[in-house]
């Protein structure tokens, strides 16, 4: 119990939202209040049906399955699916995971800040944080990881080889190939994201690599006793009310022992929500506060671990402006299938796409009961490519719309957006 005391660190009185903010219950006790119908938006979410409308109806041209849920000022003006998404499905949220391994890592600097006197400044390749790392005499396989810091893993700037078959590296915001590496192997996962190959030195520029933020949670599982779902669970999911989640850890008859940092969650979408509007409150759940402040304050900012590009700590962030029609404020982490969750702050605004494949909705891959699917949208194909459409809207280029096109909806910022925007 003295643990879970300290955790519950005391909200500031000089709070601009206070301890009587609106904080949705459980869905079991009621859920998130609603506002649907156009005079409600209107009045009381300061939200234009009209204008969400066209967002839903994009939202659907994007991806075989999905959905789109909105809050603002504390009001649900949008909760709507398609195919075989739904409410209380546990969809495989592919890369959206990264998001929650990086506050995890921010509440656990919190936690255990003696073991971190550097913060994210702190190299992690030490027998100390990562004795798997080492050799039996005592070496690393690459010498270059011993100048990985937790900050560079958690931007994607640890030096690591980008995924896929055409990876790519940024520096100071230059772009160019890397030769594909075999990356994560789900059947021995903890060592082949360490072993994955380097391109550069530590800092020296940044690539889109998965077994980065793993390794994080490497560090996360040594330091606090406690694997990456199970801190989750007790930090977050209990004390916001979460119905059931998991992660994605089966896998073609095989089960993963660990979560995997690099992502595949499975949160429901009003949970998926509620996780949202807790960074949006700046780490606040009612009384509590349970994501540092100092954290979350680099997260939609260009940070001193990566300013290659705009990518902090897990997110996509929109500082340099690259996403015209939204606030620079802006930040979001997406996930392969078209899932993204977007927290808009000067809007006081949280959007959570839902997307995937049919695949990403198999009910085996958390274990979890799932509902009954639609199977209406089973079939359903991508508009074809043609002179006029250059690519699929399923990717970032669609969720970079939908944030767009939300954000226009918002007819009346809400106080707590004005306060912010007049810092």
């Given at each position: 119990?003295?643990?879970?005391a300290?955790?519950?660190?005391?909200?500031?009185?000089?709070s601009?939202?206070?301890?009587a903010?609106?904080?949705?219950?459980?869905?079991?006790?009621?859920?998130?209040?609603?506002?649907?119908?156009?005079?409600?938006?209107?009045?009381?979410?300061?939200?234009?049906?009209?204008r969400?409308?066209?967002?839903?109806?994009?939202?659907?041209?994007?991806?075989?399955?999905?959905?789109?849920?909105?809050?603002?000022?504390?009001?649900?003006?949008?909760?709507?699916?398609?195919?075989?998404?739904?409410r209380?499905?546990?969809?495989?949220m592919?890369?959206?995971?990264?998001?929650?391994?990086?506050i995890?890592?921010?509440?656990?600097?919190?936690?255990?800040?003696?073991?971190?006197?550097?913060g994210?400044?702190?190299k992690?390749?030490?027998?100390?944080?990562?004795?798997?790392?080492?050799?039996?005499?005592?070496?690393?396989?690459?010498a270059?990881?011993?100048?990985?810091?937790?900050?560079?893993?958690?931007?994607?700037s640890?030096?690591?080889?980008?995924?896929?078959?055409?990876?790519?590296?940024?520096?100071?915001?230059?772009?160019?190939?890397?030769?594909?590496?075999?990356?994560?192997?789900?059947?021995?996962?903890?060592?082949?994201?360490?072993?994955?190959?380097?391109?550069?030195?530590?800092?020296?520029?940044?690539?889109?690599?998965?077994?980065?933020?793993?390794?994080?949670?490497?560090?996360?599982?040594?330091?606090?006793?406690?694997?990456?779902?199970?801190?989750l669970?007790?930090?977050?999911?209990?004390?916001?009310?979460?119905?059931?989640?998991?992660?994605?850890?089966?896998?073609?008859?095989?089960?993963?022992?660990?979560?995997?940092?690099?992502?595949?969650?499975?949160?429901?979408?009003?949970?998926a929500?509620?996780?949202?509007?807790?960074?949006?409150?700046?780490?606040?759940?009612?009384?509590?506060?349970?994501?540092?402040?100092?954290?979350?304050?680099?997260?939609?900012?260009?940070?001193?671990?990566?300013?290659?590009?705009?990518?902090?700590?897990?997110?996509?962030?929109?500082?340099?402006?690259?996403v015209?029609g939204?606030?620079?404020?802006?930040?979001?982490?997406?996930g392969?299938?078209?899932?993204?969750?977007?927290?808009?702050?000067?809007?006081?605004?949280?959007?959570?796409?839902?997307?995937?494949?049919?695949g990403?909705?198999?009910?085996?891959?958390?274990?979890?009961?799932?509902?009954?699917?639609?199977?209406?949208?089973?079939?359903?194909?991508?508009?074809?490519?043609?002179?006029?459409?250059?690519?699929?809207?399923?990717?970032?280029?669609?969720?970079?719309?939908?944030?767009?096109?939300v954000?226009?909806?918002?007819?009346?910022?809400?106080?707590?957006?004005?306060?912010?925007?007049?810092?």
């Amino acid at each position: 119990m003295a643990v879970v005391a300290a955790l519950a660190w005391p909200v500031s009185a000089a709070s601009p939202s206070g301890a009587a903010a609106y904080f949705p219950p459980p869905d079991d006790a009621g859920g998130w209040r609603s506002a649907t119908n156009a005079a409600a938006m209107r009045e009381r979410a300061g939200m234009e049906a009209d204008r969400l409308e066209q967002s839903w109806e994009f939202t659907q041209r994007c991806t075989q399955n999905g959905g789109l849920l909105v809050v603002h000022n504390g009001w649900l003006v949008c909760e709507r699916y398609f195919g075989r998404a739904s409410r209380n499905v546990n969809p495989d949220m592919a890369s959206t995971g990264k998001a929650y391994t990086s506050i995890a890592c921010g509440i656990m600097l919190k936690e255990f800040g003696g073991k971190f006197p550097g913060g994210l400044d702190t190299k992690v390749f030490t027998p100390e944080f990562l004795p798997e790392a080492f050799s039996a005499d005592g070496k690393l396989d690459d010498a270059r990881r011993g100048d990985i810091t937790l900050g560079q893993l958690l931007c994607m700037s640890g030096g690591y080889t980008g995924e896929g078959g055409a990876p790519t590296a940024v520096v100071m915001g230059r772009a160019f190939p890397l030769k594909a590496v075999p990356g994560q192997d789900i059947h021995d996962l903890d060592q082949s994201s360490l072993r994955c190959a380097m391109w550069t030195n530590a800092g020296a520029g940044y690539s889109y690599s998965s077994p980065e933020p793993h390794i994080a949670s490497l560090v996360l599982r040594r330091v606090t006793g406690m694997d990456l779902q199970a801190y989750l669970n007790e930090r977050l999911a209990k004390r916001m009310g979460w119905g059931a989640w998991g992660y994605c850890r089966q896998r073609g008859g095989f089960t993963m022992p660990h979560a995997n940092g690099a992502g595949s969650i499975a949160v429901r979408a009003t949970d998926a929500l509620r996780f949202g509007y807790c960074l949006l409150r700046d780490g606040r759940w009612r009384d509590r506060q349970l994501v540092p402040v100092d954290y979350l304050a680099q997260c939609n900012r260009m940070s001193p671990h990566n300013p290659h590009s705009p990518y902090s700590l897990m997110f996509e962030h929109n500082a340099d402006g690259h996403v015209a029609g939204a606030p620079r404020d802006a930040f979001w982490k997406s996930g392969a299938g078209g899932f993204a969750l977007i927290v808009v702050p000067s809007l006081d605004l949280v959007i959570y796409k839902l997307g995937g494949n049919n695949g990403q909705y198999d009910p085996t891959l958390a274990g979890l009961p799932q509902p009954s699917p639609d199977l209406s949208r089973d079939d359903w194909k991508p508009i074809p490519r043609t002179p006029f459409h250059e690519g699929s809207l399923g990717g970032d280029d669609g969720i970079r719309r939908v944030v767009e096109m939300v954000c226009a909806a918002v007819s009346q910022p809400s106080p707590r957006g004005k306060a912010r925007n007049q810092k």
